[in-house]
């Protein structure tokens, strides 16, 4: 099913959570509602749920004006991060509820109830309680009775923030899975942008009530429309350093040998005469000499495959992650070079951002 969201707004008396969104999500899609606490990415699945109703716009399904549609009327399925399921019925119990709901008999309900626990593999746990579970078992449970009545949209609101990491990532996977299998139209709300980024056709970046930015992970990585949107995704986080436009290179202003060819650099947005240039830790090189950047190694972090070196500038400290292929010490010097195209230029008061009208 096709989502539009058209000028959506909702107010709380004098706070706007919500301003002005607009998105389509395709039919069979996965997108995330990405941001940070208190952004309003809740706020607006719950608009798209019927669960809140909008201050101003609308929301279509197919072209339909959803607006007066209540929750149960509008053929969803929901998964919380509390998982909600009764305590007194069984995980095969707590699934067949919404079918028992639409008077489904018996017979048919054991089936659909059989057929997405083996889609989730929980076949073996349908005659537990949910206190016999663990969170991912639980969890699990929770999102077969989502399906079970093969809705049109599935909404998931932080479903994995109660789980441990490696859980998280299991399940998101196999969400993931079973979404493309489902084919299903799947909005996703996370404030985790590892989440957003591994799982997502795309993402709906908000802060403030707005949207920032709204493509493919790949995009809003690469091609970040403002510094928020830049800053947000990436970790360790994307290097920010002061600079200052000159004769067609950018120099960083505390830093004056370390200058950058200005067609080299991605613009987030026009600049006046001094800006903020971000360079992504990964797209750092080691040269063994004639770098563009001259630093000194203040600590060093080692992760599996990658080290991160933190480095020395009169700016600010900045990060460089590289390959783990040899043995960097402390206080050593570095001659560095950064890779074409992946400089991020941007205006130093402005900073690019969508915020609401004050």
Known sequence: MKIQLKHLTKKFKDVVAVQDVNCTIENGEMVCLLGPSGCGKSTTLAMIAGLEMPTE???????????????EHRDIGMVFQDYALYPHMTASENI??????????????LEKVNQIAEMLQITKLLHRKPGQLSGGQQQRVAIARAL???PKILLLDEPFSNLDARLRIEL????????????????FVTHDQEEAMSISDRIILMNQGCVQQYGTPQELYRSPNNLFVARFLGNPPINMFHCISEKQHIRILKEPDWRFKEDNIIHVNE?????????????????SDCGQIHTKIAAIQTLGKEVYLRCQSKDAPFIVCLRWDKDYQIGDLLELNVNRGYLFLADDEKEGM?????
Do not use: C, H, W
């Open 148 to 150: 079970v009545k093969q």
């Open 57 to 71: 716009g609308a929301i279509y399904f197919d072209g339909q004006d959803m607006s007066g549609f209540e929750a």
């Open 96 to 109: 067949q509820f919404p079918l028992k709901m639409k008077s489904v008999k018996k017979k048919e309900r």
């Open 172 to 187: 998101r996977e196999d969400i993931r899975t079973l979404q493309k299998k489902l084919g299903i139209t799947t909005i």
């Open 354 to 358: 969508i915020l609401n009208e004050k």
């Open 271 to 287: 600049i006046s005469e001094k800006g903020i240039l971000g360079i992504r830790p990964e797209d750092f090189s080691v040269v």
